[in-house]
């Protein structure tokens, strides 16, 4: 069982930064990632990072969005720059182990002025 709890969502106005953090309860997972889940919307794929180093971006998030992780501290970070409305919605943390996947509780992310 993998626990994995997001924190640093909030409100932000139109051009803002947020920084998100993901932290495990188990070291090396190989895989780490963002997805996100707009109103109304299916859950997507913002970006994922694999213990390697091989980073993975929508097209969305390519550009303005970071993902990074600590190793040391099982924890995986996205850091968002010039957000924009369309950037609103409730942001999970993910990994895969063997095929389970896991999510966070989720983290709320508003963009408005």
């Known amino acids: 069982q993998v626990q994995l709890v997001e924190s640093g969502g909030g409100l932000v106005q139109p051009g803002g930064s947020l920084r998100l953090s993901c932290a495990a309860s188990?070291?090396?997972?190989?895989?780490m990632g963002w997805y996100r889940e707009a109103p109304g919307k299916q859950r997507e794929l913002v970006a994922t990072l694999t213990l390697t180093g091989i980073r993975k971006y929508s097209d969305a998030a390519k550009g303005r969005f970071t993902v990074s992780r600590d190793n040391a501290k099982n924890t995986v970070y996205l850091q968002m720059n010039n957000l924009t409305p369309d950037d609103t919605a409730v942001y999970y943390c993910?990994?895969?182990?063997?095929?389970?996947?896991?999510w966070g509780q989720g983290t709320q992310v508003t963009v408005s002025s």
């Open positions: 188990i070291d090396s997972l190989y895989v």
């Open positions: 993910n990994t895969d182990v063997y095929g389970l996947v896991y």
